[in-house]
């Protein structure tokens, strides 16, 4: 059983930088491909970015891909999400997922993950 616990999250601008955490405790953190993915009011969960543990390439969704960067320290067993030049199209709940069966066709899948946090909220507005 893994635990997952985001923090971080919070009220910025347009343009500004603000850097998501998850903490993890249980499990073998350094088997587990971890993601983050985001919901928007009204909106399906969707993928943002991922770490797996099989290699060192990260993962992104298109319209983040040149702003946020995603890594991962398996000795402190934490995962972050670094995001820059933000836009209020980004704003929503983010949360932290880990899957020990991921391959790369369901990498942005949110059921092929198998523990979630509780989420962190970012708002981007004037």
């Known amino acids: 059983q893994v635990q997952l616990v985001e923090s971080g999250g919070g009220l910025v601008r347009p343009g500004d930088s603000l850097t998501l955490s998850c903490a993890a405790s249980g499990g073998s953190f350094r088997t587990y491909t971890m993601a983050w993915f985001r919901q928007g009011p009204g909106k399906a969960r969707e993928f943002v970015a991922a770490r797996r543990s099989t290699d060192s390439n990260p993962y992104y969704e298109a319209s983040v891909k040149d702003r946020f960067t995603a890594s991962r320290d398996n000795a402190k067993k934490m995962m972050y999400l670094q995001m820059n030049s933000l836009k209020p199209e980004d704003s929503a709940v983010y949360y932290c997922?880990?899957?020990?069966?991921?391959?790369?066709?369901?990498?942005?899948?949110?059921?092929?993950?198998?523990?979630w946090g509780q989420g962190t909220q970012v708002i981007v507005s004037l």
């Open positions: 997922a880990a899957g020990s069966r991921i391959i790369r066709s369901t990498l942005e899948e949110p059921n092929a993950y198998d523990y």
